[in-house]
């Protein structure tokens, strides 16, 4: 067994080495890193007392909160494999990725309890917990500050094979895939990226992006790596991040798109000094260029776009500002440990400015999909992951994304299968036939369109679609656009040509290269 560390003990470590100094603000409430393991235990020991050993799965279906970090931390400290479910979610997509991982836990809130509920007996649930009250019988967070504050258990960690996430992503079927992240995959990031943009405990990360998603979660796996500071946001405002940079002092911003828009939309932002600032890293899509300058004049610090995937876990090329010219339009060069290369559909290597898939491959790649060998061997083949984005690279190694070869949508960040949206519309009484698609759009990467044809003598409104598909999934992925046609193209065999509605919309000049 190779042993591997423990997020638990590193939070021991930390706290017995700085027990008074900050470790994490939210909202009113601050936290010592002495306060935080203890909770941390807590955790650590109640999930042990309802019997939840290593290797088992609990999902964490919460908001931004400092329960969230509390129970991620505790999760880990007994081994058993953290779930995160998005809070935008409903009980129509969250009952698959219970059925899939085969949870019996999940920790939440009274305002989604519900939606856990409604599914409960299709799945192996066993233990629902909530943060403030639920309904009589049920577990209650507030239990958890009842037990010790130490935890007692040597939980063994094998690095390379014992699984911290199953972090759920769309998937070429349409159906949400398991990505099966271990330990080496996440420390293998957090070393390398915290030496990369030199983080250490001096430095405070605020964290306004969602810590459900893979971006937000590894920004606090930065911070408690290093011993720094967590200042948390439930959600997003942009005159609430100007005011928290100035107040804390705050080194390290991470975003999406349309964050960098809602920080040029603040009134007056001459009222904040923001000169605390030394790193702001954007994902999840690649913005214009002309914002990124506005938001780099506006901060007073270079603004620049990193690349990565929940399968390869974190990012896996980034500009790095010390030691490297940033190039504007580019996501940077791959990481040091991490192998990337552009290649036809042959897996052969294309010419320097041509565009092609990229593959990587290294320690920061998944171990597989959850349950799912065929997938993983076809995303995995011939030992490199294929990623399914497109991208060209300059003569100086920089890459440049132009495009995505799979049909995932991502707008703001997050990912969106179409066929997902279409099931759910094929559902409706008025629909006969529907296709989904992304469009270009300014700030959020890409938009979601529906093509519609309806039954035959039945009338609807563009509203009344996106307001049902409101109604049965979270909110961004229901279509802000929809067209209604008499017919969609088609191949032969009956397949909707989407390449072909595709490019109504899409500019009709050739995608960019490197400048």
């Known amino acids: 067994m190779v042993r591997g560390m423990n997020w638990g003990l590193l939070l021991e470590r930390h706290a017995q080495k700085r027990k008074n100094k900050l470790a994490l603000v939210f909202e009113d409430k601050k936290f010592t890193y002495g306060e935080l393991n203890d909770l941390v235990n807590q955790m650590a020991n109640y999930l042990w007392k309802l019997g939840i050993k290593k290797g088992d799965r609990v999902g964490i279906y919460l ?141 405070v990360q605020l964290i306004v992006l969602p810590l459900f998603h893979s971006f937000g979660i590894f920004s606090v796996y930065y911070s408690i790596y290093v011993g720094g500071l967590i200042v948390l946001v439930r959600r997003y405002d942009g005159e609430l991040v100007f005011s928290l940079i100035d107040q804390f002092r705050v080194t390290s911003f991470f975003c999406v798109p349309p964050m960098l828009l809602g920080v040029l939309n603040v009134k007056n932002p001459e009222r904040f000094t923001l000169n605390s600032l030394r790193v702001c890293l954007c994902g999840g899509a690649i913005m214009p260029v002309e914002i990124m300058k506005r ?93 399914g984005d497109l991208a060209q690279m300059d003569e100086e190694g920089y890459y440049y994304i132009v495009g995505r070869k799979k049909e995932l949508i991502i707008s703001s960040g997050f990912n969106i299968y179409p066929k997902e949206i279409e099931e759910l519309l094929y559902q409706h009484p008025k629909i006969a036939d529907a296709a989904v698609i992304g469009v270009p759009h300014e700030y959020k990467g890409e938009a979601v369109k529906a093509y519609i044809i309806l039954q035959e003598g039945a009338q609807a409104t563009p509203e009344e679609i996106i307001d049902y598909c409101r109604s049965k999934l979270a909110v961004f992925k229901a279509p802000t656009i929809v067209e209604f046609r008499k017919a969609l193209p088609r191949t032969a065999s009956g397949k909707v040509l989407k390449r072909v509605l595709q490019e109504e919309v899409l500019p009709k000049a050739k995608a960019p290269g490197p400048q």
Not at 324 to 339: A, L, N, W
Request: proline share 7%.
């Open 295 to 387: 938001v780099k004049e506006l901060l007073g610090v270079e603004v620049v776009d990193g690349y990565g995937l929940t399968e390869s876990y974190g990012f896996i090329m980034t500009p790095y500002l010390d030691r490297f010219r940033y190039k504007p339009g580019s996501i940077g060069i791959p990481i040091p440990v991490q192998e990337v290369r552009i290649v036809n559909d042959r897996d052969e290597d294309v010419p320097i400015g041509e565009v092609g898939e990229i593959v990587a491959r290294g320690p920061i790649v998944m171990k597989g999909y959850w349950n799912k060998p065929e997938e993983t061997k076809e995303a995995m083949r011939n030992g490199w992951f294929h990623t």
């Open 63 to 203: 908001p931004n909160c400092w329960e969230h970090i509390v129970a991620h931390f505790g999760i880990l400290k007994i081994g058993a494999i953290v779930i995160p479910f998005n809070p935008m979610y409903k009980s129509y997509e969250i009952q698959y990725m219970l059925e899939d991982s085969g949870a019996e836990t999940v920790i939440t809130i009274p305002e989604l309890y519900p939606y856990v509920k409604e599914v409960e007996k299709f799945t192996k649930l066993k233990n629902i917990i909530g943060s403030g009250s639920t309904e009589p019988g049920r577990l209650s967070f507030g239990d958890i500050l009842k037990e010790p504050r130490t935890w007692e258990h040597e939980i063994p960690i094998d690095e390379r094979e014992d699984l911290a996430l199953l972090q759920y992503t769309s998937g070429t079927t349409g159906k949400p895939k398991g990505a099966m992240l271990t330990y080496h995959n996440v420390f293998s990031n957090v070393r390398t990226n915290t030496n990369l943009y030199d983080y250490d405990e001096s430095d």
